[in-house]
């Protein structure tokens, strides 16, 4: 009997383990410099085969292409300019660095311009230069498929978890 029970209740940790372990929260990954100048690297990605979702942790980028709920995405960096500060420019005509990936159904959507569609208001950290407003999935398909806007993409198991627009005057 004792047998037993000892048996029942290690099943049972071993269950709940296993339970908290999928429950856990997407890790903390190292944030790229914001207005870096150089393409972020993925060294285990194969751009060669067909477009697929970029490996785990944060790329700064943008998105190019919403279809459903997929999104296509490349990286980007800030080039800097004679007149102007700068702006984010992606890789070059021809180049595949690009990525899909579905986006999760409870991605957290950090806007830089409010939660409407069409953007509007300034909702940004002056610190950082990032959006600090949290709005909904719809939202963030809907402004990402009208145009591109520079942002922090945040990539888990395969799934964008996280998008942190960047704002640039």
């Known amino acids: 009997m004792r047998a037993l029970i000892a048996g029942g209740a290690a099943t049972a940790v071993a269950l709940s383990s296993g339970t908290a372990a999928e429950a856990a929260s997407i890790p903390k990954y190292k944030a790229p410099k ?23 942790g944060i790329l700064r980028g943008w998105i190019t292409y919403v279809g459903g709920t997929t999104a296509e995405y490349e990286p980007i960096k800030w080039k800097k300019g004679e007149m102007t500060e700068g702006w984010f420019v992606g890789p070059p005509e021809g180049n595949a660095m690009a990525y899909s990936s579905h986006v999760a159904k409870k991605v957290v959507f950090l806007s830089a311009y409010g939660c409407k569609v069409t953007p509007g208001d300034l909702t940004v950290s002056q610190a950082t230069a990032l959006g600090a407003k949290k709005c909904s999935r719809g939202v963030l398909l809907k402004r990402h498929a009208k145009g591109r806007h520079p942002s922090l993409i945040t990539v888990y198991r395969g799934e964008i978890v996280k998008v942190q627009e960047i704002y640039t005057p």
């Open 34 to 56: 914001v207005f870096g100048t150089t393409f972020q690297a993925d060294p285990q990605h194969d751009f060669t085969k067909h477009i697929s979702p970029r490996h785990n």
